[in-house]
C-alpha cells in the first residue's frame, strides 16, 4: 500500500526552525505535485506547493519568506524548511498529492494524504 509519511515535528520556541521531511513509499510519487497542508483547530489550511519537477512554487501570504518547500525525487521525498516558526504556525502537518504534475493551491484536489507531523511554537 502506497504511504506518505511525514517527519520531523517537535516542540520549538518562537524564532526557531524546524525541516519537516514527507517520503513517498512508492516512486512513482515522483511523477506528481506535493504539497503541505496544516490543521488546527480552526480547520485545514494550504501552506505550500511544488510542481512535479519543482520549477512552480506555490505559497501561502501566512509563510511566504519564512517557509521553503523543495523535493529530491530521487528520494522520493519532499521537504518543508520553516524558518523564524510563530505561534500561530502551530499546527499539524500533513502533505499530500493531486497526483497531477502541476502543483495546485486548492484542498479539494489533493486527494492522497499523510498522517501528519505535530508542530508546536511556544512564545
Known amino acids: 500500500q502506497v504511504q506518505l509519511v511525514e517527519s520531523g515535528g517537535g516542540l520549538v520556541q518562537a524564532g526557531d526552525s524546524l525541516r519537516l521531511s514527507c517520503t513517498a513509499s512508492?516512486?512513482?510519487?515522483?511523477?506528481?505535485?506535493m504539497a503541505w497542508f496544516r490543521q488546527a483547530p480552526g480547520g485545514r489550511a494550504f501552506v505550500a506547493s511544488i510542481s512535479r519537477s519543482g520549477p512552480n512554487i506555490y505559497y501561502a501570504d501566512s509563510v511566504k519568506g519564512r517557509f521553503t518547500i523543495s523535493r529530491d525525487n530521487a528520494k522520493n521525498t519532499v521537504y518543508l524548511q520553516m524558518n523564524s516558526l510563530k505561534p500561530e504556525d502551530t499546527a499539524v502537518y500533513c502533505c499530500?498529492?493531486?497526483?497531477?504534475?502541476?502543483?495546485?493551491?486548492?484542498?479539494?484536489?489533493?486527494?492522497?494524504w499523510g498522517q501528519g507531523t505535530q508542530v508546536t511554537v511556544s512564545s
Open positions: 512508492e516512486r512513482t510519487f515522483s511523477d506528481y505535485a
Open positions: 499530500a498529492t493531486n497526483f497531477r504534475a502541476t502543483a495546485t493551491t486548492a484542498e479539494h484536489t489533493y486527494v492522497y
